[in-house]
C-alpha cells in the first residue's frame, strides 16, 4: 500500500509521536518508518498499514491524499514563542497548524470568502525601515478612526483573513501565520490566551503578513512595534502620557480599559516612547510582578470571537447539511480529530436525527 509520506509526518507530529513510538506500535523498525517518511520506500504491507491506521487516528484516505507538508522554518511561517517551548509541543503545534491548512484549503474549494479590505503586502524599507510609519500607513488605507480599533479581530478578517483559534496544548506559543497564494492568509492563535494578548498577538502577526517575506533576525521586533503603533498610536500616547507625569500602575490598568491592551504593553509602551526611565520601568514591572499581574491582570478585556473560520465550517453543516460524521469523511480525518480540531467552533451542531423505518 502506497502512502504519501509527508501525510505519515503530519499524523505522527500530531499525535506527538517520535519515529521509534511509530515503529512499536505498528511492530517495524525506526529504519522502515525513517525510509517511509522520506520516500524512499513509501509502501507499506496491507496488515502494517491497517496497524498503522489504527496507531495513529487516521483513515486511509488521509495518507493517500495529495497534500504536502510545511515546515515552521519556510518564508510563510512566522511565529510567536516563548523560550521554554519543547521539541515535542513544537511537533504537535506543527501537526496542528499543517491539518487545518490541508481541511481549510479543501473547504475553500466549495466557498468564496470576499474581503472587503485590501491586505497589503509592504516593504517596511520603503517607510524608512520604520515599523511604526507602515503601521500608521494601514490604519490610513483602512480608514481606521483615531483611538483604540474597536474590533480587531473583525477588522483583519475584513481583509480577507481567516483567524483560527486552536488549542496548542501549551502556554508557551502565541501564534503563528501564513501567507500563500492558493487559499487566503491564516492566523493561529492560541485559544487560552486572555482577551489583551489576544489583541496584541493579532496585531503582531498582521505585522508579520504585511511585512514580512522571508525571515530574518529583526521581524519579531518588528512586529512588535507594528502592533504598538497600530493598537497604541504614538501621537495620541503622548498626549495620554503627558497627563500622567507619574505614571503609576492604576493608571495602567484605567488605560487598559480604554485601549484593550494589556499592562504590561502599555509600560512599555510608555518607555519606548519616553515617558518612563529605566528605575521607573524597571520599579513598575516589579511591582506587577508582585501583585501577580504579571500572569493574570485585572480589568480583564472579552476576547474577541473570530466569524469567517466558523462560518466557514457551518456552510457545511447547515448549509449543505453534512452531519459531522460526514463531515469528518470529506476531510479525510476520523470523527474524534474533527472534534479536537474544529470542536469549538462546531458547538451546537444538531445531532443526526434516528430515523425510524417500519
Known amino acids: 500500500m502506497k502512502v504519501n509520506p509527508s501525510m505519515v509526518v ?24 525513517a525510509k517511509v517518511e522520506s520516500g524512499i520506500q513509501p509502501d507499506l504491507q496491507e496488515p502494517q498499514f491497517d496497524m498503522l491506521c489504527e496507531a495513529l487516528g487516521f483513515p486511509a484516505e488521509f495518507f493517500q ?9 519556510s ?4 511565529y510567536r514563542k516563548k523560550a521554554d517551548l519543547t521539541a515535542s509541543d513544537r511537533r504537535r503545534i506543527h501537526g496542528v497548524v499543517n491539518l487545518i491548512r490541508i481541511h481549510i ?7 468564496d470568502i470576499e474581503a472587503s479590505r485590501r491586505l497589503p ?5 520603503d517607510y524608512g525601515g520604520s515599523a511604526e510609519n507602515l503601521a500608521q500607513a494601514v490604519r490610513a488605507m483602512w480608514n481606521l478612526p483615531d483611538g483604540p480599533v474597536k474590533n480587531l479581530t473583525n477588522v483583519i478578517e475584513s481583509a480577507g483573513v481567516i483567524i483560527i483559534p486552536c488549542e496548542f496544548y501549551t ?17 493561529f492563535i492560541n485559544s487560552q490566551l486572555p482577551g489583551d494578548r489576544w489583541r ?19 521581524m519579531e521586533d518588528e512586529a512588535d512595534r507594528f502592533a504598538a503603533e497600530f493598537l497604541m498610536p504614538e501621537i495620541e500616547m503622548k498626549a495620554q502620557f503627558t497627563r500622567l507625569p507619574n505614571l503609576r500602575i492604576q493608571d495602567l490598568a484605567n488605560l487598559k480599559i480604554y485601549w484593550k491592551t494589556s499592562m504590561g504593553a502599555l509600560l512599555m509602551r510608555a518607555a519606548d516612547l519616553g515617558y518612563l526611565s529605566e528605575n521607573q520601568r524597571r520599579y513598575l514591572w516589579a511591582t506587577m510582578s508582585k501583585l501577580g499581574y504579571r500572569t493574570r491582570e485585572p480589568n480583564s478585556i472579552s476576547k474577541e470571537d473570530p466569524k469567517t473560520y466558523q462560518k466557514v465550517l457551518r456552510y457545511f453543516t447547515d448549509h449543505l447539511q453534512y452531519s459531522l460524521d460526514e463531515l469528518s469523511r470529506a476531510l ?4 474524534p480529530v474533527l472534534d479536537e480540531l474544529h470542536g469549538a467552533a462546531l458547538v451546537g451542531v444538531a445531532a443526526p436525527r434516528l430515523r425510524i423505518v417500519s
Do not use: C, W
Open 332 to 335: 479525510k480525518i476520523n470523527r
Open 200 to 218: 496584541f498577538t493579532l496585531a503582531h502577526e498582521l505585522g508579520h503578513l504585511i511585512m514580512h517575506d522571508v525571515p530574518r533576525e529583526e
Open 171 to 187: 502556554r508557551s506559543m502565541d501564534a503563528t501565520s501564513l501567507r500563500l497564494a492558493e487559499i487566503p492568509p491564516l492566523i
Open 10 to 33: 503530519l499524523a505522527r507530529e500530531f499525535r506527538g509521536f517520535t519515529q521509534e513510538d511509530l515503529a512499536r506500535k505498528i511492530f517495524v523498525s525506526q529504519a522502515k518508518i
Open 65 to 73: 491524499q495529495e497534500e504536502e507538508l510545511l515546515g515552521f522554518g
Open 121 to 125: 503586502r509592504f516593504d517596511i524599507e
Open 75 to 78: 518564508s510563510a511561517y512566522f
Open 105 to 111: 484549503k479543501l473547504m475553500l474549494g466549495f466557498i
